[in-house]
């Protein structure tokens, strides 16, 4: 398949999607948010939270989903796996659900630990 970059993992789109964005501080939602080829033989996971931007963990969700359908880098990815000659633009094989979500607690002024709650 001829007309995009060729990509062999899905972590190289960590440029357009980075594995985590959460408030700097706070107790918020969060979901943790799974990419994978419809084959599962590759996966990366990412993990958004909010504390003032939403009020249900499905609204995050909702927000990436429409981010993913609006990336204008996805409209000229080929994904090919190592194993494989052939090539598929990266929309055809890719798959996003939610996988989990909790709450966190994040106080920078107490300590460097983030409490997560399932």
């Not at 990815?77 to 798959?95: F, M």
Request: with cysteine; hydrophobic share 35%.
């Amino acid at each position: 398949m001829e007309g995009g970059k060729k990509i062999e993992s899905l972590s190289e789109l960590f440029g357009e999607f980075p594995e985590v964005i959460i408030e700097a501080e706070g107790t918020f939602k969060y979901v943790l948010i799974s990419l994978s080829t419809k084959d599962k033989k590759n996966c990366i996971y990412l993990l958004r939270g909010y504390n003032t931007k939403y009020s249900f963990h499905a609204e995050i969700f909702e927000d990436f989903q429409i981010q993913v359908r609006d990336s204008k880098l996805l409209d000229n990815l080929i994904y090919q796996s190592t194993d494989s000659q052939d090539g598929h633009k990266i929309r055809d094989v890719l798959k996003v659900e939610c996988v989990g979500g909790g709450r966190i607690d994040h106080d920078r002024n107490i300590s460097t630990k983030i409490l997560v709650f399932l």
